[in-house]
């Protein structure tokens, strides 16, 4: 070694370079692992990688949307890492508040400044646009559709934003694709006319899935109908297979054993299908009272976990290659977890899943179904995760923060924001919580202690530029 090479190891500030380099890589893979639902300290190996469900876009700006249901991972789950660990007694500071045309249980997407979600109006299904910052309404497509149960009426689907197009069914199972910009009617399906397919009893409540350039519907019709993929740009069908009946819950993409694959939660069991035609790669029979297999599959690694209500319980399943096919295998059957309607679908966080059984809110091992902790106060709630933390509105408008561990339920802020029933879960875009009962939407700031409105929001708020109100009407 030279002696110029041994004065700069020897070099003060090649230790300090090395140190913050050692720092920065620390830094990354800290922010990975959070990515991945992993904790670093772990292991390599003692935990599955867990992976979102299906994102629509890599990038930093679209990880702060929620541009469709449970959010850009599909997983009730926001990579936002900048919110408060505690909230005033009143609350987070309200931007603003709507009241809706008519009820619905649809949820909302928020993309690029925009909000999209579903209402009743007057005889009518309504696709509506607001500015997600003021609450201004953009556009409304509207179009002939009424459905009414004995637990609601209005469309219950979140409707899905993919780059400048919206896609959106309602209760009564029409597919609509949307200009995102504008609200115009780009093509449509009718998943009952044109497919057999079946209404259950409490209404067509899936949220379209849209992967590479197909969306992927349940329309639940017999003779090979009960699935569909539509072009996403044309609204040609690509293809359809099974006869399932149909259930309420919503499909996801997973890749698993190394096989790409769309999975459905049908009234009769869990199906994974190619997405490129439809061909059943395996299945799982779960059947439930009234056909409620409601609640989203959750795809992480090489498993999946399905949980129903009316005490059928849960299943943890592992994905394996099988003599050149995929089979599947249960880890474990049992009624830890009865998630009851898809709205209380549960989170998965660094190997544990947070979730309503019935009406008390647990947190189970994913692996091993341990049970962790159980608390009540909120019935049949709903929750969401971020920064390390859980948002959860209670059936009847109690908003609550917590942390997001299995020690203990820890409780950091709680207060009564609505007092109608709360079917629809929040969702977080940007550091705004957007949350709605039947007949009203709030959007609340999580990033500014109340008091901190500072001269930096109204400007924002007041020099939006004025955009046209475009309304649809029933399209051709």
């Not at 740009?233 to 698993?256: C, E, F, H, Q, V």
């Amino acid at each position: 070694m030279s002696v110029a090479t041994e004065r700069r190891l020897r070099s003060p500030w090649t230790g300090l370079s090395l140190g913050l380099f050692l720092v920065a890589l620390a830094a990354l893979g800290l922010a990975v692992g959070r990515l991945v639902g992993t904790d670093p300290s772990e292991p390599q190996g003692s935990r599955p990688v867990l992976q979102p469900g299906h994102v629509l876009d890599s990038s930093a700006a679209a990880a702060l949307d929620w541009p469709q249901w449970r959010g850009p991972g599909r997983d009730g789950v926001s990579e936002d890492a900048h919110l408060p660990n505690h909230w005033p007694d009143t609350g987070p500071p309200v931007l603003w508040k709507r009241r809706t045309s008519g009820p619905g249980y649809s949820g909302i997407a928020v993309q690029a400044g925009r909000l999209y979600t579903m209402m009743q109006d007057g005889a009518d299904e309504a696709v509506v646009c607001w500015d997600a910052l003021t609450g201004e309404e953009l556009w409304r497509f509207r179009y002939r559709a009424y459905f009414v149960s004995d637990q609601g009426s209005g469309p219950r689907s979140t409707p899905t934003v993919d780059g400048n197009r919206v896609y959106a069914v309602g209760a009564t199972g029409r597919l609509h694709c949307l200009d995102a910009q504008s609200g115009k009617l780009l093509w449509r399906r009718d998943l009952v006319g044109e497919l057999s397919g079946r209404i259950p009893d409490w209404g067509v409540s899936f949220s379209p899935l849209v992967d590479g350039d197909q969306v992927f519907t349940h329309p639940g019709g017999p003779a090979g109908s009960s699935l569909a993929a539509f072009d996403k740009r044309t609204g040609a069908l690509r293809w359809k297979s099974l006869d399932d009946r149909p259930a309420y819950a919503s499909p996801i993409t997973s890749t698993a054993a190394g096989v790409r694959q769309v999975l459905f939660f049908t009234a009769e069991a869990l199906v994974s299908v190619d997405p490129r035609n439809g061909r059943l790669y395996w299945r799982y029979p779960w059947t439930t009272m009234m056909d409620c297999n409601i609640a989203t599959p959750i795809a992480f690694g090489d498993y999946v976990f399905i949980s129903s209500g009316y005490q059928r319980g849960c299943a943890l399943l592992k994905i394996v290659p099988e003599g050149g096919a995929l089979g599947v295998e249960a880890v474990y059957e049992n009624t830890r977890m009865c998630n009851h309607f898809r709205f209380r679908t549960c989170v998965l966080h660094q190997g544990h899943l947070y979730g309503f059984h019935n009406t008390q809110l647990v947190c189970m091992e994913v692996l091993t179904a341990e049970m962790r902790w159980r608390t009540g106060g909120f019935r049949k709630g709903s929750l969401i995760a971020a920064d390390g933390k859980l948002i959860i509105l209670g059936e009847y408008g109690k908003l609550a923060l917590a942390e997001a561990t299995p020690e203990a339920y820890r409780q950091t802020a709680l207060f009564r924001l609505l007092r109608r029933r709360c079917w629809t879960p929040p969702s977080l875009a940007d550091g705004k919580l957007y949350v709605r009962d039947q007949w009203q939407i709030r959007c609340l700031d999580l990033r500014r202690p109340r008091g901190e409105l500072t001269q930096s929001r109204r400007p924002i708020i007041r020099i939006l530029p004025e955009t046209k109100r475009v309304q649809n009407g029933d399209g051709p």
